[in-house]
């Protein structure tokens, strides 16, 4: 088969032909049809962590091609031919697991959600990773009660009758799956939701409609944000806040809007130093978790140790059956832009597209429609 191999010598990735992996007891075989990027994909392809060799890439979307031997009397509703979605680590850490950008994977059999035929491969391609790094900062991090039932108790337990809730990078794919579920969660618990965003203006008229339906916006270019968040709530500030950029002053900014029993979640940690606020200049320090987590294995992430956690990984068992019946019936996939090319372009111009440098900067001087700017939407490419 194909597959997109990393070269940590030259700090790139190569198309190569390897053999076809083999599934074990409890894993599925899947013939990839659609893969999307995430920036984490260009950054460790660019900057390894893992040695040369290993398939980069993470999310994926195809159909099952095998089953292992266990398989049917573990999920008897698994067959062959079933379109399905999910995510591996690619390059994402120094541990040495193959990734997702190649024509087949292995797969766990229950890390992985049946797409429902309202979804294209290629759409639900784009949700897996950032659907679940947003349902695992909201509700087993943040304590919010969750639009599904899971068995893992939340650290704290949200019991508001209302709540005002904060997105910072409202229209990034995870920004876009967070407003979905608070939406899906304040309406399964008959919560009343005042959500506030902020995002470019170019995505205000999209953010306001459904299913986002954000009630006030704000321009996150704007340096007076912030206040113009407390503003909105009569100077009392956000119950919780979501930083979905998690970078240099974001997160103190973010944590400026919280009331004084607010609490917020960001995806980047302090230890990968994307942010610079020191323990104990913030009202309250917010929680972290890597996405990672959900796939039950030990990680070598970004300078530590993502340790082996049972719950977090059945967490994302469940999520990932929800999402199975309403993948695209409720939770919406991302905007999407198909690019051309398949695996040998993901380099050249995916990873062009998230790379270093402003927004502006990463097309280049490229003139083609597809190497414009990423704003609001996935990059996929149909394998």
């Known amino acids: 088969m194909d597959a997109l191999i990393l070269d940590a010598t030259s700090k790139t990735a190569n198309v190569q032909r390897i053999p076809i992996p ?25 900057n390894p962590l893992g040695q040369t060799g290993r398939v980069v890439g993470t999310d994926f979307a195809g159909t099952v091609a095998a089953l292992g031997s266990d398989v049917p009397s573990l999920n008897p509703t698994l067959k062959a031919g079933q379109r ?11 541990n040495d697991r193959p990734g997702a950008f190649a024509n087949y994977l292995i797969v766990p059999h229950d890390l992985v959600w049946r ?3 309202s979804l294209s491969l290629a759409e639900a391609a784009s949700v897996s990773l950032t659907a679940l790094t947003a349902a695992q900062g909201l509700f087993p991090r943040l304590g919010l009660p969750a639009p599904f039932a899971y068995d893992v108790k939340p650290s704290t337990k949200s019991t508001e009758e209302s709540l005002t809730a904060f997105i910072y990078g409202a229209s990034t794919s995870v920004g876009l799956n967070a407003t979905q579920l608070l939406q899906l969660a304040a309406k399964a618990h008959g919560m009343t939701l005042h ?34 968040v407390r503003a909105l709530t009569n100077g009392a500030g956000v119950d919780i806040g979501y930083d979905c950029i998690s970078e240099g002053p ?13 609490r917020m979640a960001v995806v980047r940690s302090r230890a990968g130093k994307a942010w610079a606020a020191e323990p104990g200049t913030l009202p309250t320090e917010p929680v972290y978790g890597a ?18 956690s049972a719950p977090a990984r059945a967490f994302a068992v469940e999520f990932y059956k929800w999402l199975s019946k309403v993948g695209g019936s409720e939770l919406l996939p991302n905007p999407i832009r198909k690019m051309p090319g398949g695996l ?8 062009k597209l998230l790379g270093p440098g402003s927004m502006e900067q990463r097309g280049g001087e490229s003139t083609e429609e597809w190497m414009r700017p990423v704003s609001g939407e996935k990059l996929v490419y149909e394998i």
Do not use: K
């Open 22 to 46: 083999e599934p074990g007891p409890t894993e599925l075989l899947v013939h990839v049809e659609a893969v999307a990027l995430n920036p984490v994909d260009a950054l460790y392809t660019f």
């Open 250 to 262: 974001s997160v103190a900014a973010v944590a400026s809007t919280l009331s004084s029993a607010g």
């Open 195 to 228: 959500l506030i965003g902020a995002a470019s203006p170019s995505r205000h008229a999209m953010l306001s409609a459904a299913p986002y339906s954000f009630t006030s916006l704000v321009d996150y270019r704007d340096e007076a944000w912030p206040a113009q």
């Open 344 to 351: 040998e372009r993901i380099v050249p111009d995916g990873f």
């Open 84 to 94: 399905v979605a999910g995510f591996l680590q690619g390059a994402c850490s120094a």
């Open 115 to 117: 797409v429902q035929d």
């Open 291 to 308: 996405v990672w987590e959900g796939l039950g294995e030990r990680v070598e992430y970004q300078g530590f140790i993502v340790q082996p």
